[in-house]
């Protein structure tokens, strides 16, 4: 894989965590500053799945990652069916 790709990717997680950084920024004013009881509902929806997208779009570039970088040194597997060991006689 091309370094450049991990330049992407860089920007994309930094990008990413910058605009969540803003959308908790201003869902906590809002939530200081109106006369409701604090965080709604939705807020808290919010929060909690773009923040656990992130984390499975992370999770998911870092197990491509891995998954390549095996595939490219020619070590199977650990579940492979084809290096199980024989049973001693």
């Known amino acids: 894989m091309k370094p450049t790709k991990d330049w992407v990717v860089l ?5 990413l965590g910058t605009a969540l950084n803003l ?4 869902v906590l004013y809002d939530a200081i500053f109106s006369e409701g009881p604090g965080l ?4 808290v ?24 970088q095996q595939h ?3 070590s ?4 492979d069916p084809a290096i199980r060991e024989e049973p001693p006689p």
């Open 11 to 15: 920007v994309i997680a930094v990008a």
């Open 40 to 43: 709604s509902d939705n807020a």
């Open 76 to 79: 199977p597997p650990e579940d």
């Open 72 to 74: 490219a040194s020619g």
């Open 23 to 26: 959308v908790t920024a201003g």
């Open 45 to 68: 929806q919010l929060l909690t799945g773009w923040g656990g997208g992130m984390v499975g779009i992370i999770g998911a570039y870092v197990g491509y990652r891995v998954g390549t």
